[in-house]
């Protein structure tokens, strides 16, 4: 990824590995920060987690904490004045609920995405009319607002075919194909979309049948975010009204596991044998 491919969140992620590893190596601990910068736990941890930006005084308290110097300082410095920038607005940018900013992020830095949804195409193989669709769905919605957050579903997909894209494993239940989204237009649209997204050699798309059953997973909608640089990894799972984010090692595991068996029963052969 070229610095011109980075997004301010790249380098927040980036600058929180760092300076992760950089307690490791000089033994500081979370405590030692959090007296450093006179902040709450709850920030610091923010920090390292890299959802949230360093102030340039903050940056160098703790530079000065961990003892870094000469050109290692300087690149950090450097981190730290990208993580700051602020992306252009955009139409939709205010649209999209506070809950799913940090979805939104996770995902946007994640190198591998693996989700399995039981109801409804993920997010970023849907169509345009396939979202609007899904979308106008919420009576909440405002017009304006509903269209807002179509815009922001389409802008997230230009990752899946814009430089450096990630690897992207979806799976899917076949009755999900069948499902009566729209009109029939827009699922002939939408079935056309996911047999172009699937000659992409960075995405792997399967489909469970309808004669495999139950699985481990039942209709829990979730996501495995793997981020670059080493990360440990993330699960997002997704409710009617929010979204948990799981980051226990151990629950982790059990997901994997889940989607492992989601992958055993399921087929790359059946796309083309489902109608409109």
């Known amino acids: 990824m070229t610095s011109s491919d980075r997004s301010p ?25 959090q007296s450093t910068l006179g902040c709450s736990e709850s920030k610091v941890g923010k920090i390292l987690r ?29 981190l730290g004045e990208e993580a700051r ?30 989700a399995y949804r039981p109801d409804l195409l993920h997010g970023l193989a849907q169509t345009e009319a396939y979202a609007r669709a899904v979308i106008e769905t919420n009576p909440a919605l405002r017009p304006n607002e509903a269209e ?17 894209p990630p690897e992207y494993v979806l799976v899917v239940r076949q009755s999900v194909l069948r499902a009566p989204v729209g009109t029939e237009q827009t699922r002939a649209g939408q079935l056309s979309h996911l047999k172009e997204l699937a000659q992409l050699p960075h995405v792997t798309l399967r489909i469970i049948p ?23 990894k993330t699960v997002y799972v997704e409710t009617l009204t929010d979204g948990l984010f799981v980051d226990e090692e151990s629950r982790i595991s059990h997901y994997e596991a889940v989607f492992r068996e989601l992958l055993a029963v399921s087929s790359a052969d059946l796309l083309d044998s489902v109608e409109p």
């Open 85 to 114: 920038k602020r992306r252009p607005k955009t139409p939709w940018g205010a649209a999209i609920p506070d809950r799913l900013r940090k979805y939104f992020n996770t995902e946007e830095t994640a190198r591998r995405i693996e």
């Open 9 to 33: 969140v790249d380098y927040r992620v980036g600058l929180a590995h760092l300076l992760r590893e950089l307690m490791r190596r000089k033994e500081v601990t979370k405590a030692d920060i």
């Open 148 to 164: 807002s957050l179509v815009q922001a579903r389409m802008a997230r997909q230009k990752r899946l075919t814009g430089p450096n």
């Open 210 to 232: 309808d004669s495999a059953g139950l699985t481990s997973a039942l209709y829990f909608p979730f996501e495995i975010l793997t981020p670059s640089g080493g990360l440990r």
């Open 50 to 78: 890299g959802d949230h930006s360093i102030a340039p005084l903050e940056l160098v308290a703790l530079l000065d904490l961990l003892d870094v110097r000469d050109e290692e300082r300087a690149d950090l410095v450097h």
